[in-house]
């Protein structure tokens, strides 16, 4: 499996202050199986579908236990030079460059408008293993933001992305491409999100069948946000997991209407 190419959306973690729960919950909604959990690694135990790498979770550190949340991060070929372009551009860096072990180099950091998301300069772990249209895998992620005018010029001056807008008035979406293929959306947030929601990225995870996924999500305690709903991309659903962790599942085979008209920007 080669490296991903930069910017490319790379892997996915989450910490769980009940991390037996979560590892519960997500293998009954998504179908993961879950490997061992190195104590020297803060017992970082990876999740996966058919033998693939698809994510992981992890128990908090002592005086980080904060609300759970989807990390996503982008593939770098030099961490250190990611980060000085995240301080150059107006982010921050929660976590500086740091090697983990001989898997790869991490770094987490803020976007100028609050967005946490990290960065991964691979080793002998490369990220998702899984192709996307595997159920339980990654899919598709977008930037929820209440700035989206400093989203859209941080994240393609630090990644070489290029963008395009959704022509929708009742809409502010942005797509960012990688040579000319759509890899992250970013979403602008409206007055229905509660004020004390944070700007986040929405992880998708693809489900063999969305209504399906939900009626699990629910039973074992998650919360419908949004849908299940038809679209161009699939059919689609916002959850938040038992912990709070906001995540969203598509069946990407179930589509309706036509795909959206997009113009570039510059």
């Not at 135990?45 to 236990?65: H, I, L, R």
């Not at 998301?117 to 293993?129: I, L, N, T």
């Not at 038992?242 to 069946?251: C, L, N, T």
Request: charged share 20%; hydrophobic share 40%; glycine share 10%.
């Amino acid at each position: 499996m080669a490296v991903k190419p930069e910017g490319m959306p790379c892997w996915a973690d989450a910490m769980f202050t009940d991390v037996e729960g979560a590892k519960t919950f997500y293998g009954e909604v998504l179908g993961w199986t879950f490997g061992e959990a190195p104590s020297e690694y803060g017992n970082y135990t990876q999740a996966y579908v058919n033998g693939k790498a698809v994510a992981a979770v992890v128990p908090p550190m002592s005086g980080q236990e904060e609300q759970p949340q989807w990390c996503l991060y982008f593939a770098s070929p030099d961490a250190a030079a990611t980060a000085g372009k995240i301080r150059d551009n107006g982010g921050e860096l929660v976590m500086d460059p740091m090697q983990v072990g001989d898997f790869g180099t991490m770094c987490l950091a803020r976007d100028p408008g609050g967005v946490v998301f990290g960065v991964w300069q691979a080793g002998s772990h490369e990220g998702f293993e899984a192709p996307m249209e595997q159920p339980g895998a990654f899919c598709w992620a977008e930037v929820f933001t209440r700035d989206p005018e400093k989203s859209d010029a941080f994240f393609p001056a630090v990644f070489p992305y290029t963008a395009q807008q959704m022509d929708d008035n009742g809409i502010d979406f942005r797509i960012f491409n990688l040579s000319g293929n759509p890899v992250l959306g970013r979403m602008k947030m409206t007055e229905d999100f509660p004020p004390d929601v944070p700007p986040y990225i929405n992880v998708y995870f693809s489900v063999t069948n969305c209504d399906d996924a939900v009626a699990t999500a629910t039973k074992l305690g998650g919360i419908l946000r949004f849908g299940p709903m038809d679209s161009p991309f699939g059919r689609f659903a916002a959850l938040s997991d038992p912990e709070g962790a906001s995540f969203s599942v598509i069946d990407t085979t179930t589509t309706e209407g036509e795909m959206p008209k997009l113009t570039d920007v510059s």
